[in-house]
């Protein structure tokens, strides 16, 4: 049981890490980084076998 | 105007269509000084089909702009920008990216400005996605 909520404490950090790319279904108020095209081609790819949208945003 | 387009699509997609077979990426980036990563606007798109990505060299929202071959006239801004922003693509299930994506299926800005039309092509995409599934 311990084990089990070690491993969900780990996940959370590690879904709240800096660098990181929040996955579709875990939480949407988390935030990552996106460094390159390739990086989100590859997450665009992930999503095939869905529709996708993708929006360009600016906080303001 | 952008985040404006964001609440407008968790309210009036995705809340509206909460089993709705979509995937959103949000891909949020400085447009003006004031713009910040700590300013991201974290309660106007809540669905966990958005996924969220701070995209501080605005490598995307450039690479489009060239890639759709756009120079951006900002009308708040009231310049030129080498971005596309405030915008939505929409793609279908098959789309690869290989060395760029399929063409969008469709694609508009601003978000609010091309709202109707975003509206109708995802419902048609939807309704397409529905008729292909197993048991349809």
New interface residues.
């Given amino acids: 049981m311990n084990q089990m909520r070690w491993f969900v404490v780990l996940l959370v950090l590690l879904g709240a890490g800096p660098g990181l790319v929040a996955e579709p279904g875990s939480s949407s108020r988390v935030i990552g980084d996106l460094k390159d095209v390739p990086q989100f081609a590859e997450l665009f790819n992930r999503g095939a076998g869905h529709p996708r949208l993708v929006l360009l945003l600016s906080p303001t | 105007?952008?985040?404006a387009?964001?609440r407008w699509?968790q309210k009036e997609?995705l809340e509206k269509q909460p089993d709705a077979?979509?995937?959103?990426?949000?891909?949020?980036?400085?447009?003006?000084e004031?713009?910040?990563?700590p300013?991201?606007?974290?309660d106007a798109?809540?669905?966990?089909?958005?996924?969220?990505?701070?995209?501080?060299e605005r490598?995307?929202?450039r690479?489009?702009a060239q890639d759709l071959k756009l120079k951006m006239w900002s009308r708040s801004l009231k310049t030129w920008t080498d971005?596309?922003?405030?915008?939505?693509?929409?793609?279908?299930?098959?789309?690869?990216?290989?060395s760029g994506?399929q063409p969008?299926m469709s694609w508009g800005t601003t978000?609010m400005e091309s709202r109707d039309e975003?509206r109708a092509k995802?419902h048609s995409?939807?309704r397409e996605?529905t008729k292909k599934a197993p048991g349809h």
């Fill in positions: 105007m952008c985040v387009g964001a699509v997609i077979d979509v995937r959103v990426y949000a891909v949020w980036f400085s447009m003006i004031s713009d910040s990563r300013g991201w606007p974290r798109l809540t669905d966990p089909r958005v996924t969220h990505l701070w995209d501080e490598v995307l929202g690479w489009y971005a596309l922003w405030d915008a939505y693509l929409l793609y279908g299930s098959e789309a690869r990216w290989t994506p969008p978000i975003l995802l995409l939807l996605a």
